[in-house]
């Protein structure tokens, strides 16, 4: 086969692969759903500044509310509604959702056995609508509860290793679903004469205090009791006890000006009850802010854009395509730089401490680290390479955080061990040396492509650091700039970012042994992420070595990259989400 013509095919396959991922997408995301008129009509605005103490932690309604959602729907909205709004009419309107789809159900082959009883037991639902059910995983609570779901969820419960985790899920979505749930882990009302240890009262005293009648019917338990607990002074018991009843008579009549009114009063009313407590209100806003907007993940069409002028600069040359390419890779820079930024001063620390951060977080690593690059590079054929890199990796970052539903952006907690000075240094290291291994097959899949369309086998003959230092000290670069051999080019690339995430990930693993030996006893368990991890590195040691030894030095360079690439996203994807261990989401 001639070279032009397995270059084309190449290039026919990558934009098939490309349109397939694409189309997919598509096809499974969730249908835009118009919200009701009266969710359009309240203002859940002042909310934004209350504050919710939940696990030892200050956040935001806004944040509060989606983080409970996503137990309920998963990544679905309920009626396009807000989460915010999803909350409280589940709370304070339950019986219009007793019947509705609104439960997620993510195991499919939970979904098969739930929609199979169903059928058996001549269940009163429509075979379209177990249909939907099959495909989104929506189901609603009338359902799950009917005998036949109920028996099955029983037994799926008992295998501890396929299906008890989904059976748990259920449960725990109907549980969450609950008005009675919703209010008593609300909590809202800072303890009068309290401390920063004294746990906030929730929602249900107040419930209580305003409406003991529909708090009795909701299955709050001993109202006069929880009430007993407010110590407050009478004129603020009284003004929340009529926002709260207001927030409660106009949200079931669907009355918007009463139910805005009493929302204000409220927002207004908390924090005045102990100051001291209560948290800082631009914080909370500036929390609720990065979450309306998606945590910037949209960020990521500016990247794309990125690549589309940076791959014309590439191939083409044309001088005004560096520039244009560069100033956008640099306002999607900065656009993720003020996320990771405003991330950071939400959460109260760097954001490095669940998957979302680490992959959003390594992206960053991975532009900072290519802007220096540029401009080291930037009088020779090496220019554009690294930002085009980066930019890939850091829209395929941003396209998962926004479409990946197991990348979830609700800031929590750091778990006791990351509790630690090493969660700076071994985390960094580690995510940024992952970033910079993607980097590199990015590279080295443009000179796969080179070589499939006939390209020659030379290579960088100095190697992809000594390339750097030997142009950045004014020696004689050793490509014609005029008519660089784009083989020789992006090995170099590879190269420079191969050596570099080495070095990194083997300094990333000895950190994370010293972590190990502080915070588990043991520098070393053998735990599934710890094996693939030094798999990634072996790999790249193999690399450095067969670099030494084989002829066609390029294309096994090239060749290890992908695999490399491969074996570290293995470790980020499946060791996380589906092996069970220390390090893993599983």
Same mark, same amino acid.
């Given at each position: ?13 990558a ?12 096809q499974?995301r969730?249908?835009?759903v ?14 934004s =500044? ?15 509310a989606k ?28 019986? =219009? ?24 037991a ?28 109920q028996a ?8 501890? !290793?396929?299906t ?28 009068? +004469? ?22 009795a ?39 918007a ?24 209100l ?13 945590g ?22 044309f ?23 405003l ?9 490095n401490?669940?998957?979302?951060? &680490?992959?959003?977080?390594a ?5 900072? !680290? ?8 930037? =009088? ?6 690294? &930002? ?10 941003l ?8 990348l ?12 630690d ?10 995510? /940024?040396?992952?970033c910079?291994?993607?980097? /590199? ?29 030997m ?27 191969? +050596? ?9 693993l ?7 030996d ?14 693939? /991890? ?16 084989? =002829? ?25 989400? !589906? ?6 989401? &599983?």
């Amino acid at each position: 086969m001639r070279p032009k013509l397995r270059g084309r095919i190449a290039d026919v396959l990558a934009v098939t692969a490309g349109v397939l991922v694409v189309g997919y997408y598509m096809q499974h995301r969730p249908p835009k759903v118009e919200p009701p008129k009266f969710a359009g009509e309240v203002d859940l605005t002042p909310l934004s =500044k209350v504050a919710v103490r939940r696990d030892g932690r200050d956040r935001s309604f806004d944040s509060h509310a989606k983080t409970f959602l996503k137990i309920v729907s998963g990544p679905h909205a309920i009626n396009g509604q807000t989460p915010a709004f999803s909350y409280l009419d589940l709370m304070l309107n339950p019986a =219009k959702y007793t019947d509705q789809d609104i439960i997620h159900v993510k195991n499919k082959l939970v979904r098969c056995k739930v929609s199979d009883a169903l059928t058996k037991a001549g269940a009163d639902v429509a075979p379209d609508r177990l249909k939907r059910f099959l495909k989104t995983g929506l189901i609603s609570p009338r359902l799950l509860q009917h005998p036949a779901v109920q028996a099955v969820r029983d037994e799926l419960s008992k295998d501890l !290793i396929k299906t008890a985790k989904s059976a748990d899920a259920i449960d725990s979505a109907l549980n969450v679903a609950e008005p009675a749930t919703l209010a008593h882990v609300l909590n809202v009302v800072a303890p009068p +004469e309290g401390d920063m240890l004294t746990p906030w009262l929730p929602a249900t005293t107040i419930w209580s205090l305003a409406d003991p009648q529909s708090a009795a019917r909701a299955g709050l338990r001993d109202p006069a009791g929880l009430a007993s607990q407010l110590n407050l002074d009478p004129k603020l018991t009284q003004a929340l006890r009529d926002a709260w009843a207001d927030l409660s008579t106009g949200w079931r009549a669907e009355d918007a000006a009463k139910v805005n009114q009493a929302i204000a009063t409220l927002a207004a009313t908390l924090p005045t009850i102990e100051p001291k407590l209560y948290p800082d209100l631009k914080r909370l806003g500036w929390e609720s802010t990065y979450f309306r907007f998606h945590g910037f993940t949209w960020v990521w069409t500016f990247y794309l854009l990125a690549v589309v002028f940076l791959l014309i600069a590439v191939v083409y040359r044309f001088s005004w395509a560096r520039p244009v390419g560069l100033g956008i890779f640099v306002v999607a820079f900065v656009a993720q730089t003020a996320s990771v930024g405003l991330r950071w001063y939400v959460s109260g620390r760097w954001p490095n401490a669940n998957m979302f951060e &680490a992959v959003t977080t390594a992206a960053w690593f991975g532009g900072l !680290i290519a802007l220096v690059f540029e401009v080291f590079v930037r =009088k020779t054929p090496l220019r554009n390479i690294f &930002a085009l890199a980066s930019a890939v990796a850091s829209m395929t970052a941003l396209m998962a955080g926004a479409f990946v539903p197991e990348l979830e952006p609700t800031i929590g907690n750091k778990m006791a061990a990351l509790n630690d000075i090493w969660i700076y240094i071994h985390t960094n290291v580690i995510i /940024a040396s992952y970033c910079l291994i993607f980097m /590199a097959a990015v590279s080295a899949l443009g000179y796969l492509r080179y070589r499939l369309g006939g390209g020659s086998a030379e290579v960088s003959r100095s190697g992809g650091a000594g390339t750097l230092v030997m142009n950045s000290v004014g020696g004689k670069f050793l490509i014609d700039d005029s008519k660089p051999n784009w083989g020789v080019v992006l090995d170099a690339v590879t190269m420079v970012l191969m +050596e570099l995430s080495f070095v990194l990930l083997w300094a990333g693993l000895v950190m994370g042994a010293i972590w190990a030996d502080h915070s588990w006893g043991r520098p070393w368990g053998w735990d599934p992420k710890e094996n693939f /991890a030094l798999c990634t590195f072996i790999l790249f040691l193999l690399l450095v070595h067969v670099r030494i030894k084989v =002829k066609d030095k390029g294309l096994w360079t090239a060749v290890l990259a992908v695999a490399g690439c491969g074996v570290m996203l293995f470790n980020w994807i499946v060791i996380n989400f !589906i092996v069970s261990g220390l390090h893993s989401y &599983a």
